[in-house]
């Protein structure tokens, strides 16, 4: 009785043994084949041309998978955000008679600098850095 | 272990899952004589479960626009991690499955199986059969390449041989007067929708109807005790003193659907592309048309049947005409006797017949 209870002891761990090892073989693929990719956006840069960007303007573009802004401010200066709001991710607007940002999902405000005004959102936007050559804007 | 024991006795009293484990497991009796061809149908479900899984996840990648389809796919196979694996399991293992339908078709033709009472056994298998040769077929152009866009074009042109409504009929499979995008939003519907759940509620009542009626005992081997099912009123034929399906025959399954694994695993990894010619690779093109097009190796008897009667019809109404005689078998053979080597007619026109769908599969393969 002992042996038999020890056979079908082994057995059954011998077999679960393998059943985890096909579960893994299985699942290995299925993880890799449904996890987002990584990469590839993140490392690009955007080039636009200073006159798109007229004083007090705003321009939106695609960035690195998701939407950014550019701003060329009252006074000259430039500015580069992420355009999205960091309260629940929703993409802001340029007010240009107001020359700031309004997240239109839950009112949020952002100053043209990026900082919050007013609203839910609790850190500023997301700055980008860019470097500007020859008439044109590169970012990131 | 004491908690998994809480937790199915928890279950229990409220459901009573161990009278169902009783009642369609363990004591769930099947003919002593029985073998291992009678798990083909279990195969067969783990084939057609496979499909279903590896199908739903193409649909992550796969794009069913005529403009992206041939690139989605092209995608899946280079750019997603293990995207070649799902996709190779997918088409390979509907070929796979077309055969190993064979196979169960053909044990239940020599072991008399679909004799009375199991006619409608035999039916709903049968309709499953054309249901999976359709969603072959409507698979077969998602792909959007020369192989798929040529292939489906002669295959819906079939349709053009049926007198009076046959050119409509072609338009309306295809949704536009040729092979276009329209026909590729229809049959990616039928593919993903319609015939699947078709093929889920036969498989239903194909289940059904084999346990209201009880397994059928092969004709040879060990001596079975069935009651046998008289003709007047409902019986379920009982098999006592036989084998229970938990664990015997369950291993017995487990045994076979390793078996398929084996063999399913060994195409995809040392000859994925044993079902792919060369024009599966090249996208569409609506204005030339490949040398050589062939249909998949399930369709290339029909194929070849088109191929040496110059009118169509004939081929089609020869091909039908084979269909219908199958489908109708259990109401043409209604003799009792079901061991194969008593039934000498019988042997010779199945026997003859396989010979024939071999000999015109291999005329049309080198054709």
């Known amino acids: 009785m002992d042996n038999n209870s020890n056979r079908r002891t082994f057995l059954g761990v011998c077999l679960g043994g393998l059943g985890a090892i096909a579960a893994a073989a299985v699942s290995w693929p299925l993880f890799r084949y449904l996890a987002p990719h990584s990469g590839g956006d993140a490392a690009g840069k955007v080039v636009i041309p200073e006159k798109d960007v007229p004083e007090g303007e705003a321009k939106f573009f695609e960035f690195a998978g998701s939407s950014a802004v550019l701003v060329r401010k009252r006074g000259g200066d430039l500015v580069a955000f992420s355009a999205v709001c960091t309260h629940l991710g929703c993409i802001v607007q340029w007010e240009k008679d107001k020359q700031d940002f309004l997240c239109p999902c839950h009112g949020g405000h952002y100053s043209a600098d990026g900082a919050v005004t007013a609203g839910p959102p609790p850190k500023p936007l997301k700055r980008l850095t860019f470097a500007v050559a020859g008439g044109n804007i590169t970012v990131g | ?367």
Not at chain 2, 31 to 41: C, D, E, L, T
Not at chain 2, 129 to 156: E, K, R
Not at chain 2, 166 to 186: I, N, W
Not at chain 2, 218 to 227: C, S, V
């Open chain 2, 1 to 367: 272990m004491s908690l998994i024991k809480k937790a199915v006795d928890w279950i229990d009293v409220r459901i009573g899952t161990r009278e169902i484990v009783e009642k369609e497991l363990t004591g769930y009796l099947l003919p002593r004589n029985i073998n291992g061809w009678y798990s083909m149908g279990s195969v067969l479900l783990f084939a057609f479960a496979l499909q279903v899984v590896t199908g739903m996840l193409l649909l992550i990648y796969y794009v069913p626009d005529a403009d992206k389809a041939f690139k989605s796919v092209t995608a899946i196979m280079n750019d997603v991690p293990f995207g070649w694996l799902i996709r190779m399991c997918h088409a390979v293992g509907s070929n796979m499955m077309v055969l190993a339908l064979l196979f169960h078709m053909l044990s239940v033709l020599f072991m008399g199986s679909y004799k009375k009472p199991r006619e409608l056994n035999w039916v709903t298998g049968f309709i499953l059969f054309t249901m999976v040769q359709g969603i072959s077929l409507t698979g077969y152009l998602l792909p959007w390449s020369q192989l798929s866009f040529w292939a489906t074009t002669v295959a819906t042109n079939s349709a053009s041989a049926i007198p009076v409504a046959g050119p409509y009929l072609v338009e309306f499979l295809r949704g536009s007067p040729q092979v276009g995008p329209p026909t590729l939003g229809r049959f990616f519907a039928l593919h993903v929708a319609v015939i699947p759940a078709g093929i889920a509620a036969l498989i239903g009542a194909h289940v059904f109807l084999l346990k209201r009626t009880g397994v059928s005992a092969p004709p040879f081997g060990l001596p079975e005790t069935m009651n046998q099912w008289q003709g007047d009123s409902y019986s379920y034929e009982k098999h006592p003193g036989g084998i229970p399906f938990f664990p015997h025959f369950a291993l017995e399954d487990m045994r076979s659907i390793a078996i398929y694994m084996a063999i399913f695993l060994a195409v995809v990894f040392y000859d994925p592309y044993l079902f792919f010619p060369k024009d599966a690779f090249i996208p569409a093109n609506p204005f030339v048309t490949p040398a050589h097009i062939k249909p998949e190796w399930y369709f290339l008897a029909n194929y070849q049947t088109l191929k040496i009667f110059p009118n169509e019809l004939i081929g089609l109404s020869l091909q039908g005409a084979a269909m219908t005689f199958l489908a109708l078998l259990p109401f043409v053979d209604c003799g009792r006797e079901r061991h194969p080597l008593k039934r000498p007619l019988f042997m010779a026109c199945s026997v003859g017949g396989l010979l024939l769908w071999i000999g015109l599969s291999i005329w049309g393969h080198l054709s």
